[in-house]
């Protein structure tokens, strides 16, 4: 059922040449199976791959109509939706360089990214995109934007605005007029010429824009279906939801790489509110997540469990504490036994079934979490519940792929073994991963300096991540830079105790700092849904996010989740003391990356009264 | 899609009334259950369940108007009445005083449904001019209206105290109401109407869940939950307050026509206010916008006298006649009022209610909501 990619030998070079020249070979050879799915006006819309790339053909048309030629960056800034991927492998189709933004960009840095792209056209999603977009005084290089959805656009008189449908319908057009123009460019792209700009979050500095070749991305979608199937193939087509942004490296190894490896169907979630709804639905083979989704299902999990009766909450915790046994021995050895698979078997009729069918999880064969570290607990969890999820490590400049656990080849709290062979891994005198591969980005978009920092002569990616090997496995520390070392001396991992509180399913955001200070202390911000719920059952009335983060009761309880994740450290590594976030942390105000993730500098400038106040 | 049920490609799909394979291969076992289970019932009990599948379509008629559309009828028993005369004279036999035409089955009872329809339909421009409190009023004059025409229209209904047979149960020279004989099988006259009232209240419900799933029903629960909000969205009330009033008496005219067949006579005094209250505690009982519900509900009030009897005697205090303490007819009544007082508070939703919780309690499994 599955079109898989044929297997070579490992003396051959890369067979694939381009992710279009993919989509062409899978269009032909399995025209009418299914390769995405849209919900709009409440039903899953369907598109097959033979109409996939058709699509692909116009945009590809359209574009080069707009006088986008080879080497020229398009940018797209939307959540994930059927037109993105159509814009991104059109672009590629006709070899020039696909830029993703964030739908949550906020317009200071859509101004940067578009201008340091030098983007020629801009496939905007809707009204709000398109208003950063033309909020930006000067963009000399921005020719043409492409909106999406109409609504609002419509009475805008900017002349480099088009709509969508105008733009497909002139690409048809043009179609008709030179039917083999967008094959001959497939043919003979060059495999080692930029494919994409993917731009890296940056917590420190601005971003900055890898580039990945045709090549990077071949390479990856080669490589994609030992590891997202390494869990089994399904009985029929892999269903794919499509929810991580494709802008970012771990979304396009899913959507788009492996979709186009396995002939998946990619099914895009209405929008990030709706993801657990539409992953009931779906039920995706397949499912990458980063620990913030995963942590927030397991907060998910347990607070429904405080609320359900007696009898269920009964099954729930017997079953779940012999699953912990059984996902250990899974972990360790790669079976449950026999006595562990009845257990399971049973434990499965009874609760781990249905839970997993509201979680969208139930024909889940792998699931992985990547992107951030996450905590072993988290991980343990989900094995118990039947769900098989496995930690794996990758960064942009690697193409995504880097390291993984896999079924029976895993280890708690490592981020597992290189993928394959032909990823070589090895630490540096101060435990910096070093990694070659044919991953290896092509270096920083006109940034040399930063690129020749990151790639060394010998072709060894310098990741900026600590880390030891125990048998193969890797167990990262933390990020170089965010390493803390104590007025006494001692080197301290804040992510590691940043995520034992994260375990918690009332912490939502921790932040540990002790940088040259005597102790460690944490800015801890509350999960609001969880800490309401608690609030509410113990009838403590509040109004706001800063109001509940304030009452007495919280900072206990908190206080509770601080002094449990503490049990697990040394002395030197115990959080003190700890003040609550009086706000709830966001992209827009600077504080999160648009990946979610800590800028640190910016909250210690802006929390630093509180920071002073824990030393005092 | 296989193996995953919630994801819909089709409206089609997402609109279905058994959507999963499990749903109908239960609905066929139930239907089976149903249909085998008048080979060993007792003659007694198959009139008895015979009544109730009547009395369903009968409150499955009101639901429709009162529970979907959210129109206060109180006229149900002049609707029901005007199917039961309709019936006869459509289907029953002609004598000196009385108009009968003698059709077959398969035309009498349409036609008693089109008649009594086509009468709610013309009362009903008068009744969308009023809400709630005024239309249940104006509905109850209707009642008064039946009964008076009811007594006097001698030729159709036979007059008071004589009453008339209602239309003959009869097709293709078959007879429904007398006991018969297939491939050597002698099949009895009860088993023969138990099957007949079966395969009606079937298409019956089928027909009215297609309605309420459907445009018309969509419209008739937005008429029902803000009449203006609903002319707002470009609904036009008048036609759809018409349509739930003619559809809704089809369905009495159908349930009246079929519902003395069973006993074999018709009097005139039995369309009153108390027939009308009885449909009324049906919907109540078994569940307001539910079709499930009204079939649950005619059940339940049907078979309670049955069972109430049954009590009697085996019960202290309890006695069937009316000599002791408390008479099997008396804690009828008081059951009866007992249960309406005790829906309305503690279970709105009725039966059906009932059942949606604990279909719920196991959907929402290992969670409680």
């Not at chain 1, 890797?474 to 965010?482: A, E, L, M, T």
């Not at chain 2, 919630?6 to 249909?35: C, H, K, N």
Request: glycine share 10%.
């Amino acid at each position: 059922m599955t079109a898989t990619i044929e297997k070579r030998s490992p003396e051959e070079s890369i067979a694939l040449k381009s992710l279009p020249g993919r989509l062409r070979e899978l269009a032909a050879a399995r025209s009418d199976d299914i390769a995405l799915r849209e919900k709009e006006f409440g039903i899953w819309q369907e598109t097959t791959y033979g109409e996939f790339w058709l699509d692909v053909q116009a945009a590809a048309m359209g574009l080069w109509q707009l006088g986008v030629r080879p080497g020229d960056k398009v940018a797209i800034q939307s959540e994930n939706r059927k037109a993105w991927v159509i814009a991104d492998l059109a672009t590629q189709a006709i070899q020039a360089v696909s830029v993703g933004l964030y739908a949550t960009n906020p317009t200071a840095e859509v101004a940067y990214l578009l201008e340091h792209s030098e983007s020629k056209v801009l496939i905007a999603e809707d009204q709000e995109q398109v208003d950063k977009a033309l909020a930006v005084e000067s963009l000399p290089d921005l020719e043409k934007i492409v909106y999406v959805e109409p609504r609002g656009v419509r009475s805008y008189t900017d002349p480099r605005l088009m709509s969508w449908n105008a733009f497909m319908a002139a690409g048809r057009a043009a179609m008709a007029d030179e039917p083999h123009r967008v094959n001959g460019l497939v043919d003979t792209i060059d495999s080692n010429e930029t494919a994409t700009l993917v731009y890296t979050s940056g917590t420190t500095g601005p971003p900055k824009g890898a580039m990945l070749s045709h090549r990077n991305l071949s390479w990856v979608t080669e490589s994609a279906q030992d590891l997202i199937g390494a869990g089994g193939l399904p009985n029929g087509q892999p269903q794919l939801l499509s929810y991580l942004p494709l802008c970012h490296v771990f979304g396009r190894l899913y959507d788009v790489c492996g979709a186009l490896a396995m002939g998946s169907c990619v099914n895009f979630a209405e929008s990030i509110e709706t993801v657990v709804a539409d992953l009931a639905e779906i039920q995706p083979t397949y499912f990458p997540a980063p620990p913030r989704i995963w942590e927030k299902m397991h907060a998910l999990v347990n607070i429904r469990m405080a609320d359900a009766s007696f009898t269920k909450r009964a099954l729930y915790k017997v079953f779940l504490k012999a699953g912990m046994k059984n996902a250990d021995r899974l972990l360790a050895t790669g079976s449950r036994g026999f006595v562990g698979e009845i257990v399971h078997a049973v434990g499965y009729v009874l609760v781990f079934r249905s839970l997993q069918r509201k979680l969208g999880m139930q024909r889940c064969q792998q699931a992985v979490s990547g992107a951030a570290p996450i905590a072993p607990e988290v991980i343990r969890f989900f094995q118990a519940i039947g769900i098989p999820l496995y930690e794996a490590w990758g960064m942009t400049e690697t193409t995504a792929l880097g390291t993984s656990n896999l079924p029976g080849s895993a280890r708690l709290g490592t981020i597992g073994k290189a993928v394959n062979e032909e990823v070589e891994i090895r630490l540096d005198d101060d435990g910096e991963i070093l990694i070659r591969s044919p991953g290896i980005f092509q270096g920083y978009f006109k940034n040399p300096e930063a690129t020749a920092e990151t790639i060394d002569v010998d072709g060894w990616m310098h990741t900026g991540d600590i880390a030891e090997k125990d048998d193969g496995f890797f167990r990262i520390i933390d990020r170089k830079k965010d390493i803390i070392i104590t007025a006494g001396g001692k080197n301290v991992s804040p992510s590691e105790i940043e995520n034992k509180l994260k375990v918690s399913p009332f912490i939502k955001e921790a932040m540990v700092i002790g940088d040259r200070r005597k102790y460690l202390t944490a800015l801890i911000g509350i999960e609001l849904d969880t800490v309401s719920n608690w609030a509410q059952r113990k009838g403590i009335t509040f109004t706001t996010y800063r109001d509940l983060s304030e009452k007495p009761e919280v900072i206990e309880l908190i206080q509770k989740q601080v002094d449990a994740a503490n049990e697990h450290f040394a002395r030197v590594e115990t959080v003190k003391k700890f003040a609550l976030i009086p706000k709830e942390l966001d992209h827009e105000e600077g504080e999160l990356t648009a990946t979610q993730k800590l800028k640190r500098k910016v909250l210690v400038d802006r929390f630093s009264e509180i920071i002073e106040q824990m030393y005092r | 899609m296989r193996g995953r049920p919630a994801l819909f490609t089709r409206y089609e799909a997402d609109s279905a009334m058994l959507p999963t394979t499990t749903q109908r291969v239960w609905l066929g076992i139930g239907l089976v259950a149903v249909v085998g289970a008048a080979i060993w019932l007792p003659r007694d009990w198959l009139i008895l369940i015979a009544t109730a599948f009547i009395a369903s379509i009968g409150v499955i008629g009101l639901n429709l108007v009162t529970g979907y559309a959210g129109q206060v009828s109180l006229g149900h028993a002049f609707f029901l009445g005007v199917g039961a005369y309709a019936g006869a004279a459509f289907g029953g036999e002609a004598t000196e005083k009385l108009i009968g035409m003698g059709l077959d089955v398969i035309w009498w009872v349409p036609l008693a449904g089109i008649t009594a329809g086509l009468i709610g339909a013309a009362i009903a421009p008068i009744a969308v001019r009023l809400r709630g409190l005024y239309l249940a009023f104006l509905t109850l004059g209707l009642v008064f209206l039946g009964e008076h025409i009811f007594r006097e229209w001698d030729s159709v209904t036979g007059g008071p105290g004589i009453g008339r047979k209602p239309g003959v149960l009869r097709l293709a020279g078959w007879r429904f109401d007398l006991d018969g004989e297939i491939a050597g099988y002698a099949i009895t006259r009860e088993q023969q109407i138990y099957w007949l009232t079966l395969i009606i209240l079937v298409i019956m419900a089928f027909a009215a869940k297609n309605i309420v799933r459907s445009r018309i029903g969509r419209a008739f629960a937005a008429v029902r939950d803000r009449d203006i909000a609903a002319e707002v969205m470009g609904i036009d009330l008048t036609r759809y307050k018409v349509l739930a009033f003619g559809v809704s008496s089809f369905y009495a005219g159908v349930a009246g026509a079929l519902l003395f067949t069973v006993t074999g006579f018709v009097n005139t005094n039995s369309f009153n206010l108390l027939l009308s209250f009885t449909y009324i505690a049906m919907v109540v009982i078994g569940g307001a916008a539910s079709i499930t519900g009204s079939i649950m509900g005619a059940a339940f009030l049907t078979l309670l006298p049955r069972i109430i009897d049954g009590l009697g005697g085996a019960v202290p205090f309890l006695e069937v006649s009316s000599t002791g303490l408390l008479s099997t007819s008396q804690l009828e009544r008081i059951v009866f009022g007992a249960l309406i007082i005790g829906f309305l508070i503690f279970e709105p939703n009725g039966l059906n209610g009932i059942w949606m919780r604990l279909r719920n309690y196991w959907k929402a499994w290992p969670f409680s909501y």
